[in-house]
């Protein structure tokens, strides 16, 4: 699959508009047939008297003879304000900026253009100058952070037009003391349509496989006399979380314009991580020998408390932001002090709540190892067909442990390295080239892990004869002889389990 995401930098055009009621009238389109008249700096409006309320910063998406497509998913646009330094108007200290921000589009060239969203938002600059501020710097530029301008959840429409401008009234104090802005830069990031058309392929693709395997697996369990044990009603519950991320609703994005689809992909896979979380804490749990609750969901609330509470806290989060930008897409959570204090506070309480997990993962990891190699060293009072048995099981069981391990570690290194795919615009020419081998291979680790462990973990239909299961094997006639089988009374579902419990007993 090609790159995820294309970064493509777009350079406003200064438009004059001296009507009044700017906004309702017209839109002001920087190139084309019925382009707006154009000035090339502020020097050249202070000549001819324009004032800066006149002036619109106009960008069309995407640059000339080209048009956008439903493929690309989502738009979201960076800005940077290149300001240049004055001795007589300084950029002073936490300055704000005042943008009246409109989004347009339209699907034909010589259709009028239609309003998507209007928004007056408020920017904080932060800028730093290398320079003394002396009269030798003047004219040199400050070094400005990137800042959050628009995220659209779909791109249904083929052209985009953005205004932008920024009024000043010294009265209010709006837009004073920002320095002398000479251009506004936006950068655009879009999904490539490549990507995309794969991505869709591997979700069709797998949704079949996830349904058949689940249904199977039930069926196998509903066969069996008894009731399900908790570790088998939580692989299902994993299987049917692998399924809801995995149906492919994004193909209705490409005939609608449903820009909630974002905010949708974020809730599908925060619940699979949720329920991935708390398989990964109930598994090794069921698997020790000194845990006396065993099938029980309560008997886990304080490993699986931490998950729920740091999920909620980013459900919470991206409601705050994706949420609110259904309704206006220029609106970030992290442009005012309260809304970025209340973001980094769900961002802190999750990051704890997800260190708090993996101390209990790994401690839970350490006592499943050392209690199973604990009882190896009983193996060799066995008989030799029943220490053969007991030798496979922990050796598949333990294996299963490091899968579940190298799987966590991958899904790790998967968020970092998703993280910096967001982040690649800023750092100029840093660009990983893995990144979409990533996605889709995480993303098909997923499904090849849960699928394999309800294959593993279903129960078996084999039985054995009273005269074999009496012998060598030791062991309860009607119970199945693999680590992946599940026994026929409450026990638990595997030999390793029923293993542990006895021990437990004993």
């Not at 646009?77 to 004055?86: C, E, G, N, R, T």
């Not at 710097?137 to 990137?146: I, M, Q, T, W």
């Not at 020998?289 to 909620?312: C, H, T």
């Not at 998967?414 to 081998?437: L, R």
Request: glycine content about 6%.
């Amino acid at each position: 699959a090609p790159s995820p995401t294309t970064a493509v930098p777009y350079m406003s055009v200064k438009c004059i508009d001296v009507r009044k009621n700017h906004h309702k009238t017209k839109w002001l389109m920087p190139w084309g047939p019925n382009h707006c008249e154009k000035i090339k700096d502020f020097d050249e409006a202070l000549s001819r008297q324009i004032e800066a309320n006149d002036i619109v910063f106009a960008v069309h998406i995407p640059l000339p003879s080209k048009e956008m497509s439903p493929w690309f998913q989502f738009m979201l646009f960076i800005m940077q304000l290149d300001i240049a330094f004055k001795m007589d108007n300084d950029l002073k200290e936490n300055a704000e900026i005042t943008l009246d921000v409109s989004l347009a589009y339209r699907d034909d060239v010589f259709d009028d253009w239609e309003e998507i969203a209007h928004a007056v938002e408020l920017r904080k600059l932060k800028c730093t100058f290398g320079s003394p501020k002396t009269l030798d710097s003047e004219g040199r530029h400050y070094d400005c952070d990137f800042l959050p301008f628009m995220e659209i959840g779909s791109v249904a429409h083929k052209y985009y037009l953005i205004n932008i401008r920024l009024p000043v009234n010294e009265r209010k104090g709006i837009n004073v003391g920002i320095g002398e802005i000479k251009d506004i830069r936006l950068v655009g990031i879009h999904q490539n349509g490549g990507f995309t058309k794969v991505w869709f392929a591997m979700k069709t693709f797998l949704t079949p496989s996830i349904l058949i395997i689940m249904v199977w697996y039930w069926r196998r369990i509903t066969l069996m006399t008894r009731a399900p044990v908790l570790l088998e009603k939580v692989i299902f519950a994993l299987g049917i979380s692998m399924t809801f991320i995995n149906i492919p609703v994004e193909w209705f994005s490409i005939g609608f314009d449903w820009t909630w689809m974002l905010l949708f992909g974020d809730i599908r896979q925060g619940i699979f991580y949720a329920m991935l979380l708390s398989f990964w804490i109930i598994f090794c749990g069921e698997h020790m020998m000194d845990q006396n609750e065993r099938n029980r969901l309560s008997g886990y609330w304080k490993q699986v408390g931490p998950i729920a509470v740091g999920s909620f806290c980013l459900f919470i989060f991206d409601m705050c932001e994706r949420g609110v930008q259904l309704k206006n897409p220029f609106y970030s959570i992290w442009t005012t002090e309260v809304g970025t204090e209340l973001a980094m506070a769900f961002i802190i309480v999750a990051g704890i709540c997800l260190c708090l997990y993996f101390l209990f993962l790994c401690f839970m990891v350490f006592q499943v190892f050392r209690n199973i190699s604990g009882k190896q060293s009983s193996l060799p009072a066995m008989s030799k067909a029943r220490r053969l048995h007991y030798e496979g099981l922990i050796f598949r069981f333990k294996f299963l442990m490091l899968i579940t391990l190298a799987c966590a570690a991958m899904t790790v290194i998967f968020f970092i390295v998703s993280q910096v795919t967001e982040g690649h615009w800023k750092w100029g020419d840093i660009t990983i080239q893995v990144n979409s081998a990533f996605f889709t291979g995480i993303y098909g680790m997923w499904n090849l892990y849960v699928f394999a462990l309800m294959f593993l973990y279903a129960p078996s239909h084999k039985n054995y004869g009273e005269d074999q299961s009496n012998g060598d094997l030791g062991v309860n006639s009607g119970e199945e002889l693999q680590l992946t089988t599940t026994i026929t009374h409450v026990d638990g579902p595997t030999e390793v389990y029923k293993l542990a419990r006895k021990e437990a007993q004993e």
